[in-house]
């Protein structure tokens, strides 16, 4: 199934100037598999080195926040939009 992926600006230079990117999957994770095996500098910056999605990437999809550690399951319908964007740290 196809979802848009919109990309955060420091990305989009990667990924050819492209704001929004098509993937297929069936989950988040799924989507940025797909959108990594076509363009391995994004998934560079998608997957750490065991190939976990990186912890300072948040998701938004269907009005909720979903965290790094859960969207490798959480789940897209065709048509959906996910927004990537990074998670903000401080204190």
């Known amino acids: 199934m ?13 990924a050819g100037g492209e704001r929004w990117l098509t993937a297929e999957g069936n989950s988040i994770g799924a989507a940025l598999s797909d959108l990594g095996k076509r363009n391995p500098a994004l998934a560079l910056h998608f997957f750490d080195e065991r190939g976990a999605i990186r912890h300072n990437i948040a998701f938004l999809h269907g009005g909720e926040v979903v965290r ?13 939009e996910v927004i990537l964007t990074t998670a903000l740290a401080g204190g």
């Open 68 to 80: 790094a550690g859960a969207a490798g399951s959480h789940m897209v319908q065709p048509g959906d």
């Open 2 to 14: 196809t979802v848009r992926v919109q990309l955060p600006p420091l990305l989009r230079g990667i």
